[in-house]
């Protein structure tokens, strides 16, 4: 990283008092605004700007970037898996879902993740470092031009711990909402955590109207240890007190997902587990059949297991749940798999 501004994570009214430091006209920041989110990549692709403030900014300020290295498309449902190489030589992924709604990309918002999660690729090797705002914009960005068509829902459950990254991620989601750049609702976000209680207790104050989910899976302590380091951190009792403080704050339903791994967290017990913490809250229970991963002997459960453990928890405990549907299987489209292929992780 150099000490050049980096524009494309400013906003408006940063970029003016940018364009303003530098001698110039308030406007100016204006300009390069737009200039950045009709697709610039240089401060001479923006025509409108004179060639003394060009030289200026070219000295003091960056149009950051990323390359498409590897984009791998479904043959079975479209879903287009992205990696995109970053200016220091590091590498994210991204996954576009389409869906009869729209389009929906999953980002990640750090290189790696140090959070541990036994099931997820994406840790190994641990964190490298977090992304910046304009780095998270730029997937969208570039996902929509590889692809020719607009990005209309935002999934930050990609490489990385969002919350780990808690003012990059806020910055990100403020700037991708602004009505003169994407423009995408904060109702069309949903931004995943492993349970940092205190990070998610300060996006509560933010009160966003985004989707919340957190990632349980499982029910008890002692098992969730074993697959969740930060379980180790915060208890199941003090995450799910932080959950309620969520809702009463923003009124927004939170969204737990609960990857099934087969003879882990996928009997009838552990559905009834699940059951009793979530009945009677706002709450939405999204089971994923984990994603089988090197070095790893987790199996995904059985399609009879995952048929019992829904009924189970709507019939018993009333809550909605939904499995979610493997999208891009050919293609290996769950995070961090392309990146470890890449740099032999």
Do not use: W
């Amino acid at each position: 990283m150099n000490n050049k501004t980096d524009v494309l994570s400013l906003f408006p009214a940063e970029l003016e008092e940018f364009a303003v430091s530098l001698g110039e006209k308030k406007f100016r920041g204006k300009q390069i605004f737009e200039g950045l989110y009709h697709g610039a990549t240089s401060f001479e692709d923006i025509s409108n700007l004179p060639k003394t403030l060009i030289a200026k900014l070219t000295e003091c300020a960056e149009i950051r970037s990323v390359a498409t290295e590897r984009k791998l498309v479904s043959k079975i449902d479209g879903t287009v898996k992205f990696l995109f190489g970053l200016q220091d030589g590091n590498a994210v992924e991204s996954v576009l879902m389409r869906y009869k709604h729209g389009n929906t990309i999953c980002i990640s918002t750090q290189v790696g993740c140090r959070m541990g999660c036994a099931f997820c690729a994406s840790t190994k090797a641990g964190l490298q470092r977090s992304l910046l705002p304009s780095e998270m914009l730029l997937q969208v960005m570039q996902a929509q031009k590889e692809v020719g068509e607009p990005v209309s829902n935002i999934v930050l459950m990609g490489m990385g711990e969002p919350l780990d990254n808690y003012d990059n991620v806020l910055r990100f989601l403020k700037l991708v909402n602004l009505e003169k750049g994407l423009h995408i609702g904060m109702r069309h976000i949903s931004l995943s955590t492993c349970g940092l209680v205190d990070r998610m207790d300060d996006l509560a104050k933010e009160n966003l109207q985004i989707t919340l989910s957190v990632s349980l899976h499982a029910a008890t302590d002692e098992k969730r240890k074993e697959i969740m380091p930060v379980a180790r951190r915060y208890s199941i009792a003090e995450l799910m007190a932080a959950c309620d403080r969520y809702t009463d704050r923003t009124g927004r339903r939170i969204s737990y997902e609960y990857a099934l791994i087969a003879g882990v967290n996928d009997t009838p017990e552990d559905a009834h587990e699940v059951g009793r913490l979530l009945k009677g809250k706002l709450a939405h229970l999204n089971l994923i059949p984990v994603n089988p991963i090197k070095e790893k002997t987790f199996r995904k459960s059985e399609k009879e297991a995952i048929a019992e453990f829904v009924r189970i928890v709507e019939t018993h405990y009333k809550i909605s749940t939904t499995v979610r549907r493997k999208l891009g299987g050919d293609i290996d489209a769950s995070c961090g798999q392309l990146r470890a292929e890449r740099d032999g992780l």
